[in-house]
């Protein structure tokens, strides 16, 4: 399933922004969609954003869709989200993923994304 190394969470206050990144290793990153999920506490997941192998299609859920934008840098194996005019409701867990709608073991280990005032 390869490596996945989330990096970047933290706090910030509504209307904040912050950039998340995600090493990838062990797997053909070049070839791989991507995408990022979250999970909020008590909470099932939910994809945030998606991205061809290319980087050239994206694709977002309307509660993200504006604020969110993911990206990837296929000669550093990376990839990253854009998060601005955070909202309380984006706390969550954040993991990236291998592929879309992938199971868990294709995902990293997760940052922690608190957005309060």
């Known amino acids: 399933e390869g490596q996945l190394v989330e990096s970047g969470g933290g706090t910030v206050q509504p209307g904040g922004s912050l950039r998340l990144s995600c090493a990838a290793s062990?797997?053909?990153?070049?070839?791989?969609?991507m995408s990022w999920v979250r999970q909020a506490p008590g909470k099932g997941p939910e994809w945030v954003a998606r991205i061809d192998f290319a980087g050239g299609g994206t694709l977002y859920p309307d509660s993200v869709k504006g604020r969110f934008t993911i990206s990837r840098d296929n000669t550093k194996n990376m990839l990253y989200l854009q998060m601005n005019s955070l909202k309380p409701e984006d706390t969550a867990l954040y993991y990236c993923?291998?592929?879309?709608?992938?199971?868990?073991?294709?995902w990293g280990q997760g940052t922690q994304v608190t957005v309060s005032s």
């Open positions: 062990r797997f053909i990153f070049s070839r791989s969609d």
């Open positions: 993923a291998r592929g879309f709608r992938t199971p868990r073991n294709y």
